[in-house]
């Protein structure tokens, strides 16, 4: 496959703008709260996330097909929501550099895309509206004893907001790498470089 104590680094990126603040909190409202937060969610086409969040619960679909041997063998992917339908995807395209998708790459627009929404949503805690997050997620896929591991995700990130407080931004981004949904997911070191423009 690759040599002993080999490496490959993938990349995700996602790049948010105008974001608005979250009407997502802890369900202690009343009847009246409720009809405002349906209100919101109706004009900003969120029902369905609202619903979703009501209920505790959210459960994603994908699938994978794969065919053959490892090597010669092909693949493909396919996502609940149509955005990935039978996308290929081999060896070649996972270890040898060919292109094409490979599950690193996926987890890494999915760590991308993640933290970015939590970034956005802790900033707008602290009143900070970004006008634009962006952020790229490096995946390190390593041969360690007993085989390969996802053993770490990067993040860069730079997120422009205009007379924002650089103290704030950084504790908004620390807490937005530790408690978005993907980092808690990963059992990989995660780090990042968080740069604000101001």
Known sequence: MTGRGSRLKRKGRTSRQHSYHSPFARRSYEDSTDTV????????HLIPVWNAFQSHLMKRKASAIWNGGLKDGKGTLTTESGVLDSTPYSFSTRFEGEKGTNPEELIGASHAGCFSMAL???LGQVDLTPEKIETTATITLEQVAGGFSVTA??????????GADAAKFQEAAETAKANCPISKLLNAKI???AKLIA
């Open 37 to 44: 937060i349906n209100t919101i969610c109706k004009k900003l």
């Open 120 to 122: 956005s949503m802790i």
């Open 153 to 162: 995700s990067h993040l860069d990130v730079t997120v422009t907001i205009p």
């Open 191 to 193: 780090t990042m470089d």
